[in-house]
C-alpha cells in the first residue's frame, strides 16, 4: 500500500495549513488513520487518529483544540487541518494506515514518505 502526503509548506505563527493523504486501494475505507509527526532531534510522535468510519478521532495533548483529523472514504483521503500553528509544530507529518479498523501508538502497517511543515515568521 502507498501512501501520498502531501500539503506540507512554511506558515506564519498563528497561520494554518491541511495535510492530505490518499492512497489508491480500496481497503483505505476499512482501517484506521493515523498522523505522527518528527521533529529534528526528537522521536516520533501521534498526533491524530481515526477509526474506519470517521467517528471516533483522538489527538496528542499537544495539538488537542487545534488540529482535527477527518476522512473522505469515497476519496480514499485522510486529512489534518491544523490551525494556530506554533514554532513548535515544525516537523515533518507522516500518515499512516492501520492493520485494523481503530488506531492507536501500535498496530500501523504502512507508513507515507511524510511532507514537511515549518511554522516560521
Known amino acids: 500500500v502507498q501512501l501520498q502526503a502531501s500539503g506540507g509548506g512554511l506558515v506564519q505563527p498563528g497561520g494554518s495549513l491541511k495535510l492530505s493523504c490518499s492512497t489508491s486501494?480500496?481497503?483505505?475505507?476499512?482501517?484506521?488513520m493515523g498522523w505522527f509527526r518528527q521533529a529534528p532531534g526528537k522521536e516520533r510522535e501521534f498526533v491524530a487518529g481515526i477509526s474506519w468510519s470517521g467517528e471516533t478521532t483522538s489527538y496528542g495533548d499537544s495539538v488537542k483544540g487545534r488540529f482535527t483529523i477527518s476522512r473522505d472514504n469515497a476519496k480514499n483521503t485522510v486529512y489534518l487541518q491544523m490551525d494556530s500553528l506554533k514554532h513548535e509544530d515544525t516537523a515533518v507529518y507522516y500518515c499512516?494506515?492501520?492493520?485494523?479498523?481503530?488506531?492507536?501508538?501500535?498496530?500501523?502497517?504502512?507508513w507515507g514518505k511524510g511532507t514537511l511543515v515549518t511554522v516560521s515568521s
Open positions: 499512516a494506515m492501520y492493520g485494523s479498523q481503530w488506531y492507536g501508538l501500535r498496530g500501523m502497517d504502512y
Open positions: 486501494e480500496s481497503i483505505f475505507s476499512s482501517r484506521g
